[in-house]
C-alpha cells in the first residue's frame, strides 16, 4: 500500500507537484520514497529509504528539471524497507519506470518466464517483475500500447501503476485494477495520484479510473482505454474536497494534538444534527424506513473502525432488538458471506479507502444490502460506492493512531442507533430525549478527562519499561479495552491484549505477575460487581492494576494501584469517555519509549492493500 503522484507538464512545477502531493500521501506508507524523471534521454531515480522530505532535498539539490516525473512513497509488501527497493524501478534494459501501489500475485511465473529470457533482477520487489514483464511484452509486440495492454491482462492481484519510457517525455501511462488511481488536467499540465488531494490544489475536476481501465496521456490530451485498448467514457467529475492543511501548533505530535481536539470533534460529529433535542441525519434519510424495518444489522470495518462497531453492537441490539454482526471485513469478504435484500450494513471507516473494506463493501453491495458509510474522509472510494451515509465530521485525522476518529464513529453510531430505536417505539420519547441530552454533554466531560493528562503520565512513568500489558472490560466496555490494547501495542510497541474480564480465568490470567500491568475498565455498568472481582483476582497475583472508574463508585480504588477517576455519564455511553484515558496512556507510554507516536513502524495511516 502505497502513494503514487505522477505529473507530465511545466517542468518548472514538477518538483512542487510531485513531493507536495507524496507529503500528503504519507499516510497510505512512509518507509522510503522517490521520484523517477526522464533527463536527457535517460531515466533517472532519486530514492531512498526514509521520508519524503529526505528525497525531495536530493532531488532539489540535482537541479534537474523534467516536463515528466512520477513520484512513490512506500509501504513494504514485497522486499524490506531499503534504498534499493524503494520505487521508481526501472526495468532491465532500462527502457520504463514505474511506480506501483499493489501485489501482482502470480510475480513468481511471470519471473520465471522473465529469467528465461535472460532478465536480472536486483530488487525483492514484484514491482521489478511487473516493469520487466511489460519491457518484454512491449517489445515483443513491437508496438507500445499493444504491448502494455497483453502485460495488464496477464497480471492477477491488484495494481495501481504510472509507467514512463526513457525514449519519450511526452507519453505516460495509468493502469488500474484495485489500487485507486485518480487524474487531473489543468491545460497541458497533467496529474495522476493515488487520491485526489495531490491535485486538488490545480483542478477539482477529476477523473477516477475504474478497475481495468488504462489511462495513456501523450503530448497534449489523453484518452481513457480498457485492458483491450477499446476507449471508454470518461467524464470529469467536480470533487467537494478542500485540501485541509493541518498544522500541528503547540502540540508535539499530531496523536496528542488529536486526543485534545475530541470536545470538538465530537461537536463537529454532532452539529446540525440535533435539532430541538432531536436527531437529523440528512445522509441516511433515504433509508431510516430499512432501519426501522431490518431484520438483521451488519457492520464492517478493520483495527479501530471494528472495534467501533463492536461497540455500537451492544446499542444496536439492545435498543433496535435485531441481531447485528459485526464482522472483520478481511474476513468477510472471503467467507461467501449471507446478506439478505433488507439487510443493513454498515461500513465504518476513517479513511474511506482501506483495501478490505472497500472491497467487502463491494461484495455487500453486489449481495443486495443497503450499504450506509461511517466514513471521516469526504469523497474516498467507501463514502462514494455507499448507498448512502454520515460523514464523521472529526476533520483530518493525520496520527497513524486512530483517536478522535474513533470517538466521532462511536457518536455517530449512538445518534443512528438512538434515533432508530425511538422510531421503532423501543425506547419512550422520554428515554430519547435524555439520551440526546446526555450525549450532547459528553464533549464537555471529555475536557474534564484530559485534564487528568499530567496525572495519566505519571502512571505511564510506572509501567513503560513493561514489555506485556492487559487490559480488561465487560459489556460495551470490552471493546474499549480491545481498542486500548491496540493503542498501546501499535505506538509503544509493548505487547497488549484486550480481554472481556471474565474470560481472564480460562487462560490470560497464567501470564499475571508483577511485570503484568493490568489496566482494568471499571465504570458503572450491570456487570460491575464481577468486574471488581476481576480486579481483585489479579490483583492478588501481584498485577500492577490501573482501573479507570468513575466518580460513582470511587471505592473500587481500594483495590487498585493507580486510579483514573473520569466523569459518569449513561451505561451505553461510557464506552466514549473511558477510551480517552487509555489514549493518553498509550501515548505517554511511547514518548516514554522514544517511538514516534504519529508514524509507528511498519504501519500506515490507510491500509490499501489486502
Ligand atoms: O481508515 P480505516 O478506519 O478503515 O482504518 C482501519 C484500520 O487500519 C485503522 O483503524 C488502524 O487499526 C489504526 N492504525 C488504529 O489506530
Redesign the pocket.
Same mark, same amino acid.
Given at each position: 500500500m502505497c502513494g503514487i503522484v505522477a505529473f507530465k507538464g511545466n517542468k518548472e512545477k514538477t518538483s512542487e507537484v510531485i513531493f507536495e502531493g507524496l507529503k500528503l500521501l504519507e499516510y497510505r506508507g512512509y518507509d522510503s520514497c522517490g521520484i523517477g524523471v526522464i533527463d536527457n534521454n535517460e531515466i533517472k531515480s532519486f530514492k531512498w529509504k526514509g521520508r519524503v522530505r529526505k528525497t525531495e532535498k536530493r532531488f532539489i539539490e540535482s537541479k534537474i528539471k523534467s516536463p515528466i516525473a512520477i513520484g512513490h512513497t512506500r509501504w513494504a509488501t514485497h522486499g524490506e524497507p531499503n534504498d534499493v527497493n524503494s520505487h521508481p524501478i526501472t526495468s532491465y534494459n532500462k527502457k520504463f519506470a514505474i511506480v506501483h501501489n499493489g501485489i501482482i500475485e502470480n510475480y513468481r511465473e511471470l519471473k520465471k518466464i522473465l529469467l528465461e529470457k535472460g532478465y536480472e533482477f536486483y530488487t525483492e520487489t514484484d514491482t521489478e517483475v511487473l516493469v520487466n514483464f511489460i519491457e518484454l511484452c512491449v517489445s515483443n509486440a513491437k508496438n507500445i500500447d499493444k504491448g502494455i495492454s497483453y502485460a495488464l491482462s496477464k497480471l492477477e492481484g491488484a495494481f495501481g501503476i504510472v509507467l514512463i519510457q526513457r525514449s519519450n517525455t511526452d507519453i505516460m501511462y495509468a493502469a488500474r485494477k484495485g489500487s485507486p488511481l485518480a487524474f487531473g488536467r489543468k491545460g497541458e499540465n497533467f496529474f495522476i495520484a493515488s487520491d485526489a488531494t495531490p491535485i486538488i490544489e490545480y483542478t477539482k475536476k477529476i477523473i477516477y479510473l475504474d478497475n481495468g481501465q488504462l489511462l495513456k496521456i501523450d503530448k497534449t490530451n489523453f484518452e481513457v482505454l480498457d485492458f483491450e485498448l477499446n476507449k471508454v467514457p470518461n467524464k470529469f467529475q467536480e470533487v467537494d474536497v478542500e485540501l485541509q492543511k493541518v498544522e500541528l501548533g503547540d502540540f508535539d505530535s499530531y496523536m496528542l494534538k488529536e486526543i485534545m481536539e475530541q470536545p470538538e470533534s465530537l461537536n463537529q460529529t454532532m452539529l446540525g444534527r440535533i435539532k430541538n433535542n432531536k436527531i437529523t441525519l440528512g445522509g441516511i434519510h433515504k433509508y431510516s424506513k430499512d432501519l426501522i424495518n431490518t431484520k438483521r444489522v451488519i457492520i464492517i470495518?478493520?483495527?479501530? *473502525?471494528?472495534?467501533a462497531g463492536l461497540v455500537a453492537e451492544y446499542f444496536l441490539e439492545k435498543y433496535l432488538r435485531v441481531p447485528v454482526e459485526v464482522e472483520y471485513?478481511s474476513e468477510f469478504r472471503y467467507r461467501f458471506p449471507i446478506i439478505n435484500k433488507g439487510d443493513i450494513v454498515f461500513v465504518? =471507516?476513517? =479513511?474511506?479507502?482501506?483495501a478490505d473494506?472497500l472491497e467487502a463493501t463491494r461484495i455487500a453491495k453486489k449481495k443486495g444490502g443497503i450499504l450506509l458509510g461511517i466514513v471521516?474522509?469526504v469523497g474516498s472510494s467507501?463514502a462514494r460506492i455507499t448507498d448512502e451515509g454520515c460523514y464523521l465530521h472529526a476533520g483530518p485525522e493525520i496520527g497513524?493512531? =486512530?483517536?478522535k476518529?474513533?470517538t466521532s464513529?462511536l457518536m455517530l453510531l449512538l445518534m443512528i442507533g438512538a434515533k432508530t430505536a425511538y422510531l421503532k417505539k423501543n425506547i419512550s420519547i422520554k428515554k430519547y430525549e435524555k439520551m440526546i441530552s446526555e450525549l450532547k454533554r459528553i464533549p464537555s466531560k471529555i475536557e474534564e478527562v484530559l485534564e487528568l493528562n499530567n496525572d495519566i503520565k505519571k502512571i505511564s512513568k510506572k509501567i513503560y519499561k513493561k514489555n506485556h500489558a492487559l487490559f480488561l472490560g465487560r459489556g460495551n466496555n470490552f471493546p474499549v479495552a480491545l481498542e486500548g490494547a491496540?493503542?498501546l501495542k501499535?505506538i509503544s510497541y509493548i505487547h497488549a491484549e484486550g480481554y472481556p474480564a471474565a474470560e481472564m480465568k480460562h487462560g490470560p490470567i497464567a501470564l499475571i505477575d508483577s511485570e503484568m500491568p493490568v489496566v482494568a475498565i471499571c465504570t458503572k455498568s450491570d456487570e460491575y460487581d464481577k468486574m471488581i472481582s476481576n480486579i481483585r483476582e489479579v490483583g492478588s497475583r501481584n498485577a500492577i492494576v490501573i482501573g479507570v472508574i468513575d466518580k460513582e463508585n470511587e471505592h473500587v480504588k481500594d483495590y487498585l494501584d493507580f486510579s483514573i477517576l473520569v466523569p459518569s455519564t449513561s451505561k451505553d455511553f461510557t464506552p466514549i469517555i473511558n477510551q480517552i484515558p487509555l489514549q493518553l496512556l498509550a501515548y505517554h507510554c511511547a514518548i516514554f519509549r522514544g517511538c514516534d507516536v504519529d508514524k509507528p513502524r511498519n504501519?500506515a495511516? *490507510?491500509?490499501t492493500v489486502e
Open positions: 470495518g478493520c483495527g479501530t *473502525s471494528w472495534h471485513a465504518i =471507516s476513517q =479513511s474511506g479507502e482501506t473494506t471521516n474522509t467507501i497513524v493512531a =486512530s483517536t476518529a474513533f464513529q491496540l493503542k501499535e504501519l495511516k *490507510s491500509v
